[in-house]
C-alpha cells in the first residue's frame, strides 16, 4: 500500500523526467517514488499527453531526438484520433 508514500514530484520534476532532463540522485529518487505510487503514474501519463501535445506544436525541433518523436507523435495521434 501507499501510506507512506506522501512526497509527491512535483509537475516540474515530471515534467523534466519526461523529457529526460533529470539525473543522478534526483532521478533515482523520482523512479523510486513513480513505482510505488499510481497516482504520479497517472499523473505521469497525462503530463506525456501534455507535453507531446505541446512538442507537436513547435516540432521542428525534434530531430535530435528521432526515437522521443516518434513516441510523441504517437502518442498525440492517439489522443486526437
Ligand atoms: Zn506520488
Not at 501507499?2 to 523512479?31: A, I, K
Not at 523510486?32 to 521542428?60: F, G
Amino acid at each position: 500500500m501507499n501510506e507512506s508514500v506522501t512526497d509527491h514530484p512535483s509537475e516540474e520534476q515530471l515534467e523534466r523526467f519526461l523529457l529526460n532532463m533529470l539525473g543522478g540522485v534526483e532521478l533515482e529518487l523520482l523512479e523510486t517514488h513513480i513505482m510505488s505510487c499510481n497516482d504520479c503514474v497517472s499523473r505521469l501519463q497525462k503530463l506525456e499527453i501534455e507535453i507531446a501535445a505541446k512538442k507537436l506544436a513547435l516540432s521542428k525541433h525534434l530531430d535530435n531526438e528521432p526515437a522521443l518523436a516518434q513516441r510523441l507523435k504517437h502518442i498525440a495521434a492517439r489522443r486526437f484520433l
